[in-house]
């Protein structure tokens, strides 16, 4: 079964620093050319929500408006690893963060899928931002 896991989550001030790390079991990301990644996140009693994504091949990156310019979301091909750069962390950036991915043409934008269509979720990691 073709499963990503998420890691790198924990208790952290507000104002702190995470990187969340996404790898893949069973598959390579190996072709980026095909594949986007996203992150994800559900808070509590809240719906799941999409935090940012990079596309195949050329890498777009899309950002919630929530966290733009505050997270960043790159790719190492070579570590077959994508990582999400959290900082200035805010309470409400409390929640459960997944990875997940979608085959997806390179002409498209991986920020315009919903969470629904894309597929091989793993277990998350539990961010807590305290005040």
């Known amino acids: 079964e073709v499963q990503l896991q998420a890691s790198g989550g924990g208790l952290v001030q507000a104002g702190g620093s995470l990187r969340l790390s996404c790898v893949p079991s069973?598959?390579?990301?190996?072709?980026?050319?095909?594949?986007?990644v996203g992150w994800f996140r559900q808070a509590q009693g809240k719906e799941r929500e999409g935090v940012s994504c990079?596309?195949?091949?050329?890498?777009?990156?899309v950002y919630a408006e929530t966290v733009k310019g505050r997270f960043t979301i790159s790719r190492d091909n070579a570590a077959n690893t994508v990582y999400l750069q959290m900082n200035s962390l805010k309470p409400e950036d409390t929640a459960v963060y997944y990875c997940a991915t979608l085959k997806i043409d390179p002409i498209y934008i991986c920020g315009d899928y919903d969470y629904r269509e894309y597929d091989s979720w793993g277990q998350g990691t539990q961010v807590t931002v305290s005040s």
């Open positions: 069973g598959f390579t990301f190996g072709s980026f050319d095909t594949h986007a």
């Open positions: 990079i596309g195949s091949r050329r890498g777009r990156t």
